[in-house]
């Protein structure tokens, strides 16, 4: 069943399974995410409080609220849903219109190239740049290197985006060749084109040997299960949502022409 429908359906299509992924990322962000936000906070809240306490002492000044965030923790929590929802509509109306232009150069059905176009984004988009620059919680990272850290992720991404697009050519090359060599080649092209590329890419490790190994493990994995979640609902919903859509294309006509 290949895919099926206009660049619109598609759209339409992708904008739902969106939608669905992003409120499912949503909820892992939410269960397992945000305790561990909340971990880090009150490190970085303890560490504050000690340092404007010992900066304070001699003249017995209080900072009061005038550090406090713009945004309450209840107010981020309830925007959190949010939040996910509209990332995975962007990326929803973004993987439908790259695979309205893959079922041209890729000839399965349309609920594999979903679930194929789904992991390669997770690989080139998520794996490639977290386990080069793994997600940090707050009270990590020095706020003067943000920018430094930001256009590292990306040029990892590009990295990422980069070792997919040869592995998908090498695996076009090598089509005509035995099992193996088309399971193999594009894999090790992959791995030849991220290795490279974490070699020389600089390293950051901004986390103090004082912060809990133990928390910053859990938010690494919960952040890393969020955007699982993310790029496997949209693919399974995608190709669903693609199924079924087939499925009602071939029944009308046969209903037609039973003249049901």
């Known amino acids: 069943m290949p895919l099926t429908g206009t660049l619109k359906e ?6 739902l399974a969106g939608l669905i992924a992003g409120l499912l990322a949503g909820g892992v962000a939410f269960g397992l995410g945000e305790p561990r936000v909340d971990a880090a906070i009150a490190i970085e809240e303890a560490n504050a409080a ?32 949010l939040a996910t929802a509209l990332a995975g509509l962007a990326l929803g109306a973004i993987f439908a219109s790259v695979a309205h232009y893959a ?15 789904a992991t390669a984004g997770w690989l080139a988009i998520e794996a490639v740049p977290f386990f080069k ?12 290197t943000i920018n430094k850290r930001t256009l590292l992720w990306l040029a990892a991404v590009v ?11 090498v695996s076009k090359v090598v089509a005509a060749q035995q099992f193996t060599v088309r399971l193999i080649a594009p894999f090790a092209a ?24 133990s928390l910053l493990w859990q938010f690494r994995v919960s952040s890393l299960a969020t955007q699982a979640t993310l790029w496997i609902s949209l693919g399974l919903a995608f190709a ?11 029944a009308v006509p046969a209903r037609a022409a039973t003249g049901g």
Request: glycine share 12%; no cysteine.
């Open 190 to 213: 992959f791995l030849v084109v991220v290795g490279l590329g974490y070699v020389l890419l600089p390293g950051i490790n901004e986390v103090g040997a004082d912060f809990p190994a």
């Open 133 to 144: 620059y793994p997600a940090n919680p707050p009270a990590v990272g020095d706020p003067d």
């Open 10 to 15: 598609l759209l339409i299509r992708g904008l």
């Open 50 to 81: 000690a340092e404007h306490h010992e900066a304070d002492a001699p003249a017995g000044h209080s900072h009061g609220d005038e550090d406090a965030p713009l945004v309450s923790r209840d107010g981020q929590r309830g925007g959190l849903f």
């Open 103 to 117: 079922r041209r150069q890729i000839n399965v059905s349309g609920p594999v190239l979903a679930i194929t176009l």
């Open 159 to 169: 990295l990422g985006l980069a070792a997919v697009a040869i592995a998908a050519y």
């Open 240 to 250: 669903f949502l693609t199924e079924r859509a087939g499925r009602r294309n071939t």
